[in-house]
C-alpha cells in the first residue's frame, strides 16, 4: 500500500516532467528522459532511502511543493 506523502509525491514529479513507472517488486523507477534517475520503495520501513531518493531527484531538478 503506498502512503499519501508517496501519492502525492508521485503526481508533483509527474507534474515536473518526471516519468514515475511502477515495477513489479512494488517499487516507483523514476525516469528523466532516457535517463534513471532513482528507484523509490513503497515500504516506508527504510525512511533514509526515501531521503536518499529525494536527494538524487533534487540533483536532476525536482522541487518538492510545500
Known amino acids: 500500500m503506498v502512503s499519501k506523502d508517496l501519492r502525492k509525491e508521485i503526481k508533483d ?11 513489479s517488486r512494488n517499487r516507483y523507477k523514476v525516469w ?3 535517463e534513471l534517475v532513482t528507484v523509490i520503495s513503497a515500504n516506508p520501513s527504510d525512511h533514509r532511502a526515501q531521503e536518499n531518493a529525494r ?3 533534487k540533483r536532476r531538478g525536482y522541487r518538492p511543493r510545500s
Open 13 to 23: 514529479l509527474e507534474d515536473q516532467g518526471f516519468r514515475v513507472v511502477v515495477s
Open 32 to 34: 528523466l528522459g532516457e
Open 55 to 57: 536527494s538524487a531527484l
